[in-house]
């Protein structure tokens, strides 16, 4: 309400601006990422006999997940160590025959083109073990193929096929399964601003950190780096992809980062930087943008445009339009009108910026 013709000039809290230390930060749709994801996929054909895991469960590399129909590969190898076992029997034949042409060779009996033939004899049983042996071992990667594995350490999925059905190759995706510590963060960051969070840091990433805020509402509890930014920009959008790596470690029952979930990353600057700061609640907003109420001259209330940094829901850094030590006024602002004399005194103590602190993009 304004005040009453001939009434006293109303009482309103003040509070100087400050320079205060602010961490410079930003905020950005993004999009949750596990750093590794495997398709499991089937490396031969047969009957699924088996399925070993719970779905949505934790399992680690080297985990038993599937277990295929082994009876033809097992016989498969067999065959084949038989086969080695031939050819090894007949070479043990053909080097007896080498030796004793050989013994005959100093003997007028002896006869060279027996002893030639003796030695391609075999040599043609030592490639064929060769042979044979591969067979084998091809059969028995078959074999092992039989039982499919978990190839990482990872949250996995719901099977696409049950246990009775004929999987291959061809079957496609059996299952997934996604890493969970660390995840990555990505989101699109204009160009412009991707070249000064560049000139902030310095080029490097390290002067940079990034919080996470989940759907909720609530800041994750861990922080994490920017590790890579794109190579190209995206025309339609002017964009750069930016990704960061952050910690996911169990809590309790699970995880907080989920792979593909929607958040806000939010990337602050790890080392603050001095502007001004006034309360949140002394910032007001019409259609020309924001502006404040200082004390001015005789005590009048002036109506000053300004524009904000970095704020936070209790502060806001602002980069013109105050300056140092100037009177904003905070409580009592519904009272005031431009130009209108008030009667200034000191804010309530909770709206008073404290010394020393980060009000703007203020770590919890």
């Known amino acids: 309400m304004a005040q009453q013709p001939g009434g006293p000039p109303p009482a309103v809290g003040v509070v100087a601006a400050t320079r205060q230390p602010v961490i410079q930060s930003t905020e950005y749709i993004a999009r949750i990422q596990a750093t590794n994801r495997v398709n499991v996929v089937a490396r031969v054909g047969a009957y699924l006999e088996e399925v070993l895991f719970t779905e949505g469960t934790e399992v680690k590399k080297g985990d038993l997940l599937y277990r295929l129909e082994q009876g033809p590969f097992r016989a498969d190898v067999q065959a084949k160590e038989a086969l080695v076992a031939q050819f090894k029997a007949q070479r043990k034949n053909a080097q007896a025959v080498l030796e004793r042409t050989e013994a005959l060779l100093k003997t007028p009996a002896g006869q060279k083109a027996a002893h030639d033939a003796a030695i391609a004899a075999e040599q043609a049983l030592r490639a064929q073990i ?9 059969a028995q990667i078959n074999l092992d193929y039989t039982e499919i594995r978990a190839p990482i350490d990872g949250k996995i999925g719901r099977t696409a096929v049950t246990a009775g059905n004929y ?4 079957t496609g ?76 470690p169990r809590q309790g029952a699970g995880r907080v980062l989920v792979d593909g979930q929607l958040v806000t990353a939010v990337l602050e600057d790890v080392e603050p930087t001095d502007a001004l700061a006034v309360p949140r609640a ?22 000053r445009r300004v524009k904000l940094g970095q704020s936070t829901p209790a502060f806001a850094a602002v980069t013109s339009g105050l300056t140092d030590g100037e009177s904003v006024i905070v409580d009592g602002i519904q009272r005031v009108r431009p130009g209108q004399p008030v009667s200034p005194g000191p804010a309530a103590p909770s709206v008073q910026p404290p010394a020393g602190t980060a009000p703007a993009g203020a770590r919890p």
């Open 173 to 248: 995706t059996l299952v997934s399964i996604v890493s969970q510590d660390p995840m990555y963060v990505l989101f699109q960051v204009p160009t412009r601003t991707v070249i000064e969070l560049q000139r902030r840091s310095g080029g490097k990433s390290s002067a940079l950190v990034i919080r996470i805020r989940l759907p909720d509402g609530s800041l994750y509890d861990r922080t994490g780096r920017l590790d890579f930014v794109d190579n190209s920009v995206t025309g339609n959008t002017d964009t750069m992809l930016l990704r960061g790596a952050v910690p996911n």
């Open 282 to 303: 002394a910032v007001l907003a019409d259609q020309e943008g924001d502006y404040v109420f200082v004390v001015g001259k005789d005590d009048k209330a002036e109506k």
């Open 130 to 138: 060769l042979g044979a042996e591969a067979q084998l071992q091809t």
């Open 167 to 170: 999987v291959s190759n061809s």
